[in-house]
């Protein structure tokens, strides 16, 4: 049984250690005894027919802008994807162009493609350290954030989590990411999914729900993400 995992842009935006998400989904994958495909798109590449699980990454605003005009392009395959119901996982820089625009400090304004109703400013103020959160649907989420742009979630969007200790989205609110259908969007590297195991389940029982029609996997023991939780959990901001 094979899913096949959609990796957007991983030569311009995977930084901070976003590449581990997507060797979490592989390993748990066979650990539940599917079969992976990562298929990496990178500017100017053919888009899959149906990917499973879509995931992309954080970059600099440069990784940003160089991305972006090809973003533009898939975008409308992107939404329709969003709205079928397809699990994405989107990243800091990549969050951020999910939206509906990110304006830079040099007055630069990315349109983004608006599957999440929410916006970003540039700002002076560089928002960075570990980050504890809390989410409704998947408790404690931990991770690290590193991002000058401060986003705003619109009326359509929820909020991924609630800060506990760190910024989140932007310096006022405590919100953290955006929620769309089955596409979550947040700031948090790490990276995410290796400390956040409940999170790389959800997009892998929604992706084979999708697929297959049921997931009934094998218990995993999470001994080691445990682990690295709590060291991450009392690490100084
Ligand atoms: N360029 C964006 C910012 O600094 C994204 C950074 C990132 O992806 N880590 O806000």
Redesign the pocket.
């Known amino acids: 049984m094979i899913i096949t995992i959609l990796q957007l842009y991983p030569r311009d935006?995977n930084?901070?250690g976003?590449n581990g998400n997507v060797q979490v989904l592989r390993r748990r994958l066979e650990w539940y005894g599917y079969t992976p495909k990562v298929i990496e798109y990178n500017v100017g590449d053919t888009l899959p027919k149906q990917p499973d699980i879509i995931i992309g990454?954080?970059?600099?605003?440069?990784?940003?802008e160089k991305i972006h005009a090809d973003l533009l392009k898939i975008g409308p395959t992107l939404k329709q994807w969003a709205d079928d119901g397809v699990p994405m996982l989107m990243?800091?820089?990549?969050?951020?162009l999910f939206g509906h625009s990110?304006k830079?400090l040099n007055n630069l304004v990315l349109e983004g493609i608006s599957i999440l109703d929410v916006t970003?400013y540039?700002?002076n103020e560089?928002?960075i350290g570990n980050i504890v959160t809390q989410s409704d649907s998947f408790g404690e989420i931990i991770g690290y954030?590193?991002?000058?742009?401060?986003t705003f979630l619109g009326p359509n969007a929820q909020p991924f989590a609630i800060v506990v200790r760190g910024a989140g989205n932007n310096s006022k609110d405590g919100h953290e990411g955006a929620l769309y259908k089955n596409v979550i969007g947040t700031?948090l590297?790490g990276s995410i999914l290796p400390k956040n195991p409940k999170v790389a389940d959800f997009l892998i029982k929604t992706a084979a729900k999708r697929r297959y029609g049921s997931f009934s996997p094998d218990l995993i023991d999470d001994m080691f993400a445990d682990l690295a939780r709590q060291v991450a959990r009392e690490r100084p901001r």
Do not use: A, K, P, W
């Open positions: 935006m930084i901070y976003d990454g954080g970059g600099q605003d440069s990784g940003q990243v800091c820089g990549l969050y951020q990110f830079t970003t540039g700002t560089r928002l954030e590193n991002h000058s742009g401060q700031y590297h």
